[in-house]
């Protein structure tokens, strides 16, 4: 308990010495936060496994480290940035690079693109759009019992901002890109902030990356509202290296007859914890959220998600799938809870995993929370390993053994895979999970450091 | 129609728990409150050895440091363990060797349940130890058990005849600080049964412990321990009611089973206290710590329970799967009507190779009932070849009830399989039409569908109680409907 508070304390001086500089590149809108939301965390602290959505994840290795120093970017990490070039051919997208949780241009920090939609900088838009971002900043994130999300709140330092206004419908995705690079351990959160208004539609990709050896730590955070009739989808990408920690956190608010996905695909890290809430707050709400994680070495990879369904007849969906390999552990905390109007709900969950190795490691925990009563709920969760018939049955055909184990293994992810709506992006992630089921995938595609 | 349909449910209802009389029996009772002299007293009355009231002092010890445990699905209203009798036995002569000797207001009561204290009635295949409050009234066909070398008694006795059985195996598979509601228990034990079946001994009959709890304000604490030797047989079964009363009686027991080599235990409940009224006034606490061991290889435990009384349940019968091969089963129907809510559910822990587990886990939500299904399947590391599949459904009827699923797997093991499924729904609108439609009434249509659902639980259970049981179920949901 004393290392607890102990801990707690040393964030809590991380915010003191550094909130000045932090504060002033950010709006006083946002900045009004920070005050109680490092109180808050003070009484929460960093969640440990006795919290029960973190029964499962261990995150003392990363949060005893002492980060000294809070990250400012300076001139030359924006070249360094500039150089980063996507490696997902044919995709067209518009681009927005984040460098260490800040947005590495002076100029251009917040863009138009055709029909009104503005992407750009978080601290800039707060500046520029006040009344957008009071409507809806820290009010989907707000209640969580999770001391790190208000750590968040207290202690962001930028993100993206995307706004979509009414019947606006962009064809092309979004693509955000986190890089992380820096010549010493740091600890960076960021924050971001998506508004769909009406009749909308857009498909966001956020991809991780590391490109320094160091350590890292990141918290962000992430608010989503998807308004009536709009169409929301979210892809993210982690690709970073053994030695980084991700924990995000993703707040879906739908409105009526809204249809959001989001898609968590974890194909390297060391420690990543994704949490993702749903909330249907509207009759007619789609939701739909995937997950696909490989891991191997001493890899550790959560995903929790809550499907919150608070008005009658919405759908949910969820479906997340593993395979872990070496001393990796994974962990899936999937939970549904049904209010007691909720009459009409559909709410499916199911979580499958494969265990290569005898030192591998899964926890499930499908939940189902419903008070309301004309109700369809499944949910299904299996351990286990490739199915041996279906091997004898490939063999029995002369494809040999690892071949058929690949095409098995193969099988398996792409049934998340197939749920990315971006073509150049679902055959890339095909291709880079082949390429990590061969082993060829030893460390992340486009990162200098060779942890791997 | 409204109206009549009222009044069909006002007529069931009125008459839905059948045990909840009160019995005037002159009974003995110590005063409220819990202290280490409370402890002395029980262990004094009981003429217990020195090693028995050391091992509940120390659980007391114990017990002061604990706080009572939140995570449960459950709002439990606060309660005073400062208010509550530990300790009221009927009086009667010290042991009831001949029937005579009973108090026939005692024998009354127990024939009124159902429950023979005669031997050669009509059960004649089961033998009943019967627990009324704290102390075991009598044991039944003892001397017929005591010839194949099977001993059955109750706990008190247990430990005057038997000290080094109870000894070697108390408290080793649910140990003194297992949890709060097991330490207290631990310290303030009254009775219950023991259990002892030896080597390659095929139990000729059922063994019923029927437990009552009659005098107002006191707990009921039984302990149950059940030793199977290798290649043994037994099927155990369990009861309980109480009278109605507006106050919440607490009710803490623990089971414990040890099954040897290529031996096999059957447990089934039939757990129906006293629920509490359609308000949700009075009902007891059913906080009970049930665990099995299977020790030995080719073991095997299997718990049935049916659980439609009880104002709060809270209760997890486990498996530890040590032995090679072995197997553990869960079966159970779990019913919350009017205000009851239950957090019931299963561990299943696979140590040994090659060991096999089974849940199959019904709830049925009416009324304002929360029913959620809690448990946990753990494969270890060494558990090669571990199997386990796990069921959990739950049939909501209305639409102020809940049903929760939380189940937790943890899979240490490449070679494991888990498996889970669980699925929630309502009752089929079609399946009561089509009942409707051939004459049947809404309401037993509702009994004929809900019996049907749980059949899968029911047909483990021995004749007797199946028979029981599925009168109770239906008896559970009367009034649920409309």
């Known amino acids: 308990m004393n290392n607890q508070s102990e801990r707690s304390e040393r964030y809590y001086n991380l915010y003191k010495e550094n909130i000045k500089r932090i504060a002033e590149n950010s709006s006083p809108y946002i900045n009004s936060f920070r005050e109680e939301a490092i109180e808050k965390f003070g009484q929460l602290g960093i969640p440990t496994r006795e919290n029960e959505t973190y029964r499962y994840t261990n995150l003392d290795t990363f949060f005893n480290h002492e980060f000294k120093s809070y990250f400012m970017p300076v001139a030359s990490d924006f070249a360094r940035a500039e150089e980063f070039r996507c490696d997902v051919t044919d995709l067209d997208a518009h681009g927005i690079v984040l460098l260490n949780g800040f947005y590495p241009t002076i100029t251009d920090k917040l863009r138009q693109l055709p029909g009104g939609i503005w992407i750009g900088s978080l601290n800039e838009a707060s500046k520029k759009f006040g009344e957008k971002i009071e409507k809806h900043y820290a009010k989907y994130a707000g209640s969580d019992s999770d001391g790190l999300v208000h750590l968040n709140t207290a202690m962001a330092s930028d993100g993206v901002f995307i706004y979509v206004p009414e019947g606006v419908v962009l064809k092309k995705p979004v693509q955000v890109i986190n890089l992380v690079q820096s010549e010493e351990d740091i600890f960076n959160q960021h924050r971001s902030l998506i508004v769909v208004e009406k009749n909308a539609e857009i498909t966001l990709i956020i991809c991780d990356h590391t490109l320094s050896p160091t350590k890292f730590l990141t918290n962000a955070v992430t608010e989503v509202y998807v308004g009536e009739n709009s169409h929301f989808d979210i892809i993210r990408v982690q690709n970073e290296h053994n030695n980084a920690g991700k924990i995000t956190h993703t707040f879906i608010h739908q409105e009526r007859n809204s249809n959001a996905s989001s898609n968590n695909i974890t194909l390297h890290g060391g420690l990543v914890r994704n949490s993702t809430h749903h909330f249907l707050g509207g009759e007619g709400a789609e939701s739909y959220s995937y997950g696909l994680y490989l891991a191997d070495k001493f890899q550790h990879v959560d995903n929790y998600v809550n499907v919150e369904h608070a008005y009658p007849n919405c759908t949910s969906n969820q479906l997340f799938k593993g395979v872990l390999d070496d001393m990796a552990t994974g962990a899936f905390n999937g939970r549904i809870y049904v209010h007691k109007d909720a009459q009409g709900t559909m709410a499916y969950q199911k979580n499958n995993n494969i265990l290569l190795t005898d030192d591998a490691k899964m926890d499930t925990k499908p939940q189902l929370e419903i008070y309301a009563d004309d109700v369809k709920c499944s949910h299904g969760a299996t351990v286990g390993q490739l199915d041996d018939d279906a091997l004898f049955y490939l063999q029995s055909r002369g494809i040999n053994k690892r071949e058929a184990r690949l095409m098995l293994m193969f099988g398996f992810a792409h049934e998340v895979i197939q749920n990315i709506k971006v073509e150049a992006l679902r055959e890339r992630m095909d291709n880079l999970v082949m390429q990590r089921l061969r082993g060829e995938l030893s460390r992340c595609a486009s990162c200098m450091v060779k942890c791997g | 129609m409204e109206k009549d349909q009222d009044k069909i449910i006002n007529d069931v209802t009125s008459g839905e728990y059948k045990y909840g009389f009160y019995s005037d029996i002159e009974t003995e009772r110590i005063p409220k409150g819990l202290n280490e002299d409370i402890i002395r007293t029980i262990s004094r009355k009981k003429g217990e050895p020195d090693w028995l009231l050391e091992f509940r002092l120390k659980s007391f010890r114990h017990w002061q440091t604990m706080k009572m445990p939140g995570w449960a699905n459950l709002k439990i209203p606060p309660i005073n363990y ?191 206290w006293y629920p509490g009224d359609k308000e949700g006034k009075g009902g007891i606490f059913n906080f009970v710590t049930k665990r099995g061991l299977c020790r030995g290889e080719n073991s095997k435990i299997s718990w049935t329970q049916i659980e439609t009384g009880s104002a709060i349940t809270w209760k997890y019968p486990s498996c530890i799967l040590r032995g090679d091969n072995s197997t553990g089963e869960f079966y159970s129907v779990a019913v919350t009507n009017h205000h009851q809510q239950a957090d019931t559910g299963t561990k299943m822990i696979h140590i040994g190779k090659n060991t096999k587990s089974t849940i199959v886990s019904k709830g049925i939500s009416a009324g304002q009932g929360q029913n959620s299904y809690r448990g946990l399947v753990k494969v270890l590391k060494n558990a090669t070849g571990a199997r386990n599949f796990s069921q959990c459904d739950s049939l909501l009827l209305g639409d102020k009830c809940g049903a929760h699923t939380f189940p937790y797997i943890e899979v240490d093991n490449q070679t494991a399989i888990v498996e889970h499924e669980a699925t929630t729904s309502k009752i089929g609108e079609d399946q009561i039409f089509y009942c409707n439609q051939r004459g049947i009434s809404t309401e037993d249509a509702v009994g004929l569908i809900v019996n049907g659902y749980a059949r899968e639980v029911i047909n483990k259970l021995p004749m007797e109680f199946a028979v029981e049981a599925q009168k109770l179920l239906q008896i559970s949901l009367e009034g649920s409907v409309g």
């Open chain 2, 82 to 272: 400062q208010d509550i009798i530990y300790y009221a036995a009927p009086k009667q002569k010290a042991s009831a060797e001949n029937l005579d000797d009973i108090d026939p207001e005692l024998k009354k009561t127990f024939d009124k349940l159902g429950i023979p204290l005669e031997e050669q009635k009509h059960l004649t295949g089961v033998a009943v130890d019967a627990v009324m409050d704290s102390v075991s009234v009598k044991t039944t066909f003892k001397e017929i058990l005591a010839e194949s070398g099977i001993i059955f008694c109750s706990f008190s006795d247990a430990v005057k005849e038997y000290p080094d059985l109870v000894k070697r195996y108390m408290g080793t598979v649910v140990p003194y600080t297992d949890n709060f509601f097991a330490t207290l228990n631990s310290a303030v034990f009254s009775d219950g049964s023991f259990c002892y079946i030896p080597k390659g001994v095929r139990c000729p009959m059922e063994l019923l412990t029927y437990f009552r709890i009659n005098s107002a304000n006191t707990g009921q604490f039984e302990r149950t321990l059940l030793v199977a030797d290798e290649e043994s047989y037994v099927s155990y079964l369990e009861g309980c009611t109480a009278p109605m009363r507006d106050e919440n009686q607490l009710h803490a027991a623990i089971v414990e089973i040890i099954v040897e080599n290529n031996a096999e235990v059957k447990y089934s409940t039939v757990q129906n």
